[in-house]
């Protein structure tokens, strides 16, 4: 059992505390709403009045925040009160530099780093079946193991400080894609008087098969799991789709990457957003092609 301290325990962060507790861990809690720090402490996590106070002590640290900037925020204030030697783990998505810069603030203060994204969304956060894309030493990766094990089935050590980050935007870029172009060739199916399911039976068996296709089809009927047989509820949201290819979009301006499909994918879906969609599954897209006649 580790003492833990975790900052941050909104749609996530807050089902992922929840499984610490069940798994036997003295975890107490910091966030900055008040009704969020409630709905955690009825699953068993010590609220505390602030960061710097629930760190106290703590072997463990996770984040799980909005963006850098409060990534940043948080761990200059949290690293202040930690101890020498704790290890300090980020699992929220962020861009790469900020990770990195994160990373250089827990050295500077002693302290272990990892950064680990997951994949899996809210239902893996409760079910405790994320997927963490994890970044930082090997020393660091060894120390969380076992506590990533209790929230998630599959942790995956990418490299160095940054690499969880970098791998997870780049994945996600593969997947906004390969969505777009999955619903691309249903609309175009649709045009030319082909069955849904036809084209499925194809696609999902030759080479135009992927895992938008496949395991998360946009349109209703061929896959019963997808979001397209539930009104298109998220899933993973269009909005969260859109900050993941935004992320991958700076990270290649400033790498000086040439990735002008994830470029359009992000403007795609910023539309989409802008149209109003952005709480509606990743997969609702479609609609926007069909609309676009
Ligand atoms: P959320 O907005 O529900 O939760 C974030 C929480 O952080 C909020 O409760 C907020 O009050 C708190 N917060 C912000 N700044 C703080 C600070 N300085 N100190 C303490 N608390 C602070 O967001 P979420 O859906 O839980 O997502 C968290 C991260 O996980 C994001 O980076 C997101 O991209 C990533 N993510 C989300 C999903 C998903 O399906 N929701 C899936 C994969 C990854």
């Not at 079910?127 to 120390?143: H, N, R, V």
Request: charged content about 15%.
């Amino acid at each position: 059992m580790a003492r833990i301290a975790f900052i941050g325990l909104g749609n996530m962060g807050g089902p992922m505390a929840a499984n610490l507790v069940k798994a036997g861990h003295d975890v107490t809690g910091f966030d900055l709403a008040s009704t969020v720090l409630k709905a955690a402490a009825e699953s068993g996590v010590k609220p505390a009045s602030h960061a710097s106070q629930a760190v106290k002590g703590a072997e463990i640290i996770l984040t799980m925040l909005p963006q850098g900037k409060h990534v940043l925020t948080a761990w200059a204030d949290i690293l202040q009160s930690a101890d020498k030697g704790t290890l300090v783990i980020d699992c929220s998505t962020i861009d790469v530099e900020s990770s990195r810069k994160a990373h250089e603030l827990a050295r500077g203060a002693g302290c272990l780093s990892l950064d680990a994204p997951v994949s899996g969304g809210t239902g893996g956060a409760t079910a405790g079946t994320l997927t963490f894309i994890a970044g930082g030493s090997d020393e660091s990766f060894a120390k969380a193991k076992p506590i990533l094990e209790a929230m998630g089935k599959k942790i995956v050590h990418c490299g160095e400080a940054g690499a969880g980050q970098a791998a997870k935007i780049c994945n996600n870029m593969i997947l906004g894609i390969s969505m777009i172009g999955v619903c691309e060739a249903f609309v175009l199916a649709e045009k030319l008087g082909l069955e849904h399911q036809a084209l499925f039976d194809v696609a999902s068996t030759s080479s135009g098969q992927c895992w938008s296709i496949n395991s998360y089809c946009p349109v209703p009927g061929p896959v019963p799991a997808s979001p397209a047989n539930n009104d298109y509820k998220p899933g993973f949201a269009a909005a969260l789709m859109l900050k993941d290819l935004r992320l991958s979009q700076e990270a290649a301006l400033a790498s000086g990457a040439s990735t002008p499909l994830g470029a359009e994918a992000a403007q795609l879906y910023a539309l989409f957003e802008k149209l109003g969609n952005g709480g509606k599954d990743f997969s609702a897209i479609i609609e926007m092609f069909r609309n676009r006649e």
